[in-house]
């Protein structure tokens, strides 16, 4: 299985001013690139994960035939390269509203803008680096939580839907320590709700 980088659909400087473009190209050509790298050189070194693809080795992570090391280290890059390709995409420069989405949303939390409160808090307090989640648990209810450092809701049994990067690496440049500033600005250029 080829495991290759989401192709951003949007130039380093079309989420601009919400985004700043040396933000995106360091955080997609560096960060991301590395978690890949870092991912691959552990799936070369394991023959029994290569017809897997990273979201089944992530959603397998506890039973894999691999040594702790592995694992630990497939949680954190593997994490890293499946986690920005959603973030990635989420976002745009264009709405493109998933009307269904919001219609649950708002079944679940009451109202978008009670979602998305919830889902800020969650990002302003996950604690160190971290992601906020929306996610689909297995009876396809939504659920918003944060994770510590690049682990997966697909390791819980979730499906991620929506997700904000909260490492300093994701906002540092523009907003330095203002992690909130970043986060409520991020709704800005999320294209799906
Ligand atoms: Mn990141």
């Given amino acids: 299985m080829e495991h290759t980088l989401y192709k951003l659909p949007y130039s380093f400087d079309a989420l601009e001013p919400h985004i700043d473009a040396q933000t995106m190209e360091i955080h997609y050509t560096k960060h991301h690139q590395a978690y890949l790298d870092n991912f691959k050189k552990v799936v070369e070194k394991n023959p029994n994960l290569k017809d897997l693809s990273a979201e089944d080795i992530l959603r397998d992570l506890k039973k894999l035939d691999v040594s702790e090391e592995d694992r630990k280290a497939l949680q954190n890059h593997g994490g890293g390269f499946v986690n920005h390709n959603l ?43 971290g992601w906020a989640w929306l996610v689909r648990d297995k009876n396809q209810d939504l659920k918003v939580y944060s994770l510590p450092n690049q682990d997966s809701p697909l390791s819980l049994g ?23 500033e970043y986060i409520e600005n991020w709704w800005n250029v999320v294209k799906i709700v």
């Fill in 87 to 129: 973030y990635w995409s989420v976002m745009g420069p264009e709405k493109q509203i998933d009307e269904t989405l919001v219609s649950d949303i708002e079944k679940t939390f009451g109202s978008l803008d009670s979602f998305k409160e919830l889902f800020n808090l969650t990002a302003t307090k996950q604690f160190g680096s």
């Fill in 158 to 180: 979730h499906e991620p839907i929506l997700a904000i990067d909260v490492w300093e690496h994701a906002y540092y440049l523009k907003y330095q320590n203002k992690r909130v």
